[in-house]
C-alpha cells in the first residue's frame, strides 16, 4: 500500500513549531526559531509592521503559503492596528488544515482566531477569507512560476521558497522578473536567502539588493527593492 508522507513536526528553539518535509528534504523554517525568523525576516525586514503601524494600506505577496505562518502573523497585526491589508499567498502543495492545526501558530497571535479562519477556509476549500472589513487574505492554488501575477500591486514580497539547490524554479531570473513587475515602484521583496546566485539575479531584472543581519542562527538576510 502506498501512504503519503506526512511532514514531521519540529519544535524550533523559540519554541514554535514547524514541519520537515521528506520530499525537499529541508524544514520549512528556521529550526533556530521559526517565529522569531517570521517575524525578523518577513515583517520587520519587508517593512510590513512600520507600514501596519503607521496605518498604511499594504498589499503583500508571500511566494509559499506552508504552515501560513508568515501569513497568520501579518493578518493578526493587520487586525491589531486596523490597518487595510490584502494578502495572497501562492501554494503548489497545500498542506491539510489538520497538520497546519497541529502546528498551533494561534497560539503567537493577539487574534488566533486567524489561524482558525485560515484553517476552516483550507478545509472547506475557500481561497478568499474576510477577516475584518479591511482585512482580506487569498490563497492562490497552484504552480507559483505558471500563476497569473498583476503589476504594480504589491507594496511587498516575501519570498518564501526553500532553498535555490531544491527548489529551483522559484528563484530563476524569469521568476524573479515577474515578482519585480508584481511590486509598485519603492516595493520591497524579503527574503532569508543571501546567496550570490539570487542576489546577482535580483540585481540583473532591477532591484535594488542589499543585504540585511538576520535573525539568530543566520548572519544575514537580503532585502531587494523595485
Ligand atoms: C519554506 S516553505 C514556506 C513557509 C511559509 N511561508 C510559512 O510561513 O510556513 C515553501 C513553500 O513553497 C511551496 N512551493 C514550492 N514550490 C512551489 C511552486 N513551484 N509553486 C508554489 N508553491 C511552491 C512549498 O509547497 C512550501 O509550502
Not at 508522507?5 to 513549531?17: E, F
Not at 476552516?120 to 477577516?131: D, K
Not at 540585481?203 to 540585511?212: L, M, T
Request: hydrophobic share 40%.
Amino acid at each position: 500500500m502506498e501512504r503519503e508522507s506526512v511532514p514531521r513536526i519540529l519544535i524550533t528553539a523559540d519554541g514554535s513549531r514547524t514541519l520537515f518535509s521528506d520530499t525537499y528534504y529541508q524544514s520549512y523554517q528556521s529550526i533556530s526559531g521559526a517565529l522569531c525568523q517570521a517575524r525578523w525576516v518577513f515583517l520587520e525586514a519587508g517593512d510590513v509592521s512600520r507600514r501596519l503601524q503607521a496605518r498604511q494600506p499594504t498589499r503583500v505577496l508571500e511566494v509559499g503559503f506552508g504552515t501560513g505562518l508568515n501569513a497568520m502573523l501579518t493578518l493578526d497585526l493587520a487586525l491589531a492596528t486596523g490597518c487595510p491589508l490584502d494578502f495572497v499567498s501562492l501554494e503548489r502543495d497545500l498542506l491539510p488544515a489538520w497538520t497546519l492545526r497541529a502546528l498551533g501558530h494561534g497560539r503567537w497571535l493577539e487574534h488566533p482566531e486567524v489561524a482558525e479562519s485560515l484553517g476552516n477556509a483550507i478545509e472547506e476549500g475557500r481561497p478568499r477569507v474576510q477577516l475584518a472589513p479591511q482585512v482580506h487574505f487569498e490563497l492562490a492554488l497552484g504552480d507559483a512560476t505558471t500563476i497569473d501575477l498583476p503589476r504594480t500591486v504589491f507594496d511587498v514580497i516575501y519570498l518564501d521558497a526553500f532553498s535555490p539547490d531544491v527548489n529551483p524554479e522559484l528563484w530563476t531570473v524569469d521568476f524573479l522578473t515577474r515578482l519585480h513587475a508584481a511590486l509598485v515602484r519603492g516595493g520591497v521583496l524579503a527574503t532569508y536567502c543571501v546567496k550570490g546566485t539570487v542576489r546577482r539575479a535580483l540585481e540583473s531584472v532591477g532591484f535594488d539588493v542589499a543585504k540585511r543581519p538576520g535573525p539568530p542562527g543566520k548572519a544575514e538576510i537580503t532585502v531587494a527593492r523595485r
